[in-house]
């Protein structure tokens, strides 16, 4: 009897949390509107996951998140290949928490920890007042008064949160540029260290 209790009660727990997940799910709008996206966003943004809505910010913002980790795993790899020291030693530590950024949503993380994008987020967030659409682009709008852009992605119809692309597009071009810096110097070091090795 005993074991035939524990084995309800263990069923009913599993069934409970199913249950209630279902719930929760569906007590979302759809993503592919823009209350949707916002909802997942707050979600993220309160269980202090800012990985959990790299989904919902818009295509362009994404990819600048993926360039900035391309760019600074080539730029580090560079340093440590051609730089001597002490220079290396610094700029590679100066490279590293990007460089080994798994993808972009990792990326993304670290910029949120570092800027401190989830504090901003948590004192704006309330809930909808009212949503505007406009072709591809829409706006939140909170009870607030907080407004917040959004634009669809064309790839998949989600809705993707604005207010980080041009912080983000912003740090792709300069790892851009400093990457190119790197491959200059790199390039000036690899023709010093031959030029002695030509010599002889």
């Known amino acids: 009897m005993t074991s035939r209790r524990t084995f309800v009660i263990g069923v009913g727990v599993v069934l ?7 719930a929760s799910v569906r007590r979302f709008p ?9 909802a997942r966003i707050a979600k993220a943004v309160n269980l202090g996951r800012p990985k ?3 989904a919902y910010l818009e295509t362009t913002a994404q990819h600048a998140a993926y360039s900035i980790a391309d760019y600074r795993k080539k730029a580090r790899g560079r340093i440590l290949a051609t730089y001597p020291e002490p220079d290396r030693t610094r700029l590679a530590a100066e490279h590293e928490a990007e460089a080994q950024a798994a993808d972009g949503s990792d ?20 809930g909808v007042a009212k949503v505007e659409i406009n072709g591809e682009r829409a706006t939140v709008e909170t009870v607030h008064g907080t407004r917040y852009a959004f634009r669809r992605r064309p790839e998949n119809g989600i809705w993707g949160l604005t207010m980080f692309t041009a912080l983000l597009v912003a740090e792709a ?28």
């Open 107 to 126: 990326l993304f993380a670290l910029y949120a920890e570092r800027r401190g994008f989830l504090g901003k987020l948590r004192r704006d967030l309330s």
């Open 16 to 22: 409970g949390g199913a249950i209630g997940y279902v």
């Open 52 to 54: 959990d809505f790299f």
């Open 173 to 200: 071009e300069k790892a851009a540029r400093d990457y190119a810096l790197v491959e200059a110097a790199a390039a000036d070091y690899s023709r010093a260290t031959e030029a002695p090795s030509a010599a002889h």
């Open 30 to 38: 759809s993503d592919r509107t823009p209350e949707g996206a916002y």
